[in-house]
């Protein structure tokens, strides 16, 4: 598992694209876009009838999008994009409800998903991809488990600059943050 850790961290090397310039220069502005709020039950029913998940579906939008935004200003060519995400560590259920604890352990793990403007070639795409994400029960916890190791033990200069070198690799990071849980009223 070690060698497999390095190899998709380490050597994890990044593209560019009309997102990603690879300087990654951090400017300290903080960008944010907030839509309407989606239902959720529409989504729902669509992926049970498609036999897809609900992070299947949201990945293939965001695959449809990049590659339509791409295309838009001018990039043809870039046909996969490479995305971190927070995958969740359940080391066994919670036995009952006043058994559970507030605690966030997750495993960063990147993904390179491929860019398809036509909804019908997309989805497929995309669900190989995150199917195949399941499968790697090992390499996940394996992360869990070197990231927690790693803090114990390395200096923080090295764990610094190890996760500068990871952190180039993808094009977008998704948070396991909620995020925003009052509305927002921008005044009258």
Known sequence: MIKTLLMNSVFNFYTTNPLHDGKREVTGVKNV???KKTELAPVKEACKKLGVTVNDMMTCALSIALKRYFISVGDEQTSSCKIAMPVNIRWKPYNTFESVKLENKFAPIAVEIPLLSDPERALPA???VTSNMKSKFAEIYATYVGILMMGNI???SLIAKLNDMVSMSP???FSNM???LTPIHFGD
Request: glycine share 14%; proline share 13%.
């Open 33 to 35: 876009a907030l839509g």
């Open 126 to 128: 995309v669900y190989s």
């Open 154 to 156: 390395a200096p923080a």
């Open 171 to 173: 094009t977008l990071a």
């Open 178 to 180: 909620p995020g925003i």
